[in-house]
């Protein structure tokens, strides 16, 4: 009989993992670079930035759960949500990053606000990329359990057949 574990998709190694995160998450990362500065033509920098983040947050979710991580279909709401919290991170070091490009540059060039958004997106990638492996995405194990391994309690037989054989091994003698 086929257990449930059975069945889930084995458990990818980290560089594997990061190798696809870095194509499908970077592929939308750069996707979503030129869709913000085409935006930003017509509405703000900030709101462009929120509109392509959140849409390329979809996508990308849905691309970690099928090929990054996988989690074997489609990404659950609650890993909808959990991405999300991610990427509003994401998001705030992408705006603070631009921030202060324009408090630094009176007038940035496209190529030099290119750089600094890709930047910026690379490092908060990297730290979504650890929360994802071990928060959204952990399979088989809770939350806590990725991170903090606990001791089995021995069982309570056990442990009196031990504590009534120690008198004994302290008699003897070699």
Known sequence: METAQARQPAPRGAFSAFA???LCGGGTGLASSFAVAALASSITWALA?????VAATLLATELHAR???GAGGR????QHVQSAGSATAAYAVT????LVLH????SPGAVLEQVVYLSASALAGIARFMVLRLVVFARGRSRAAATVRVPRPVPATLARVAASAAPEALCRTA
């Open 49 to 53: 930035n929120a509109l392509v983040t």
């Open 95 to 98: 705006c603070g990053a631009m």
């Open 67 to 69: 090929f990054t991580f």
């Open 20 to 22: 696809r995160f870095v």
């Open 75 to 78: 990404a659950t709401w609650r």
């Open 103 to 106: 408090l630094l540059v009176a």
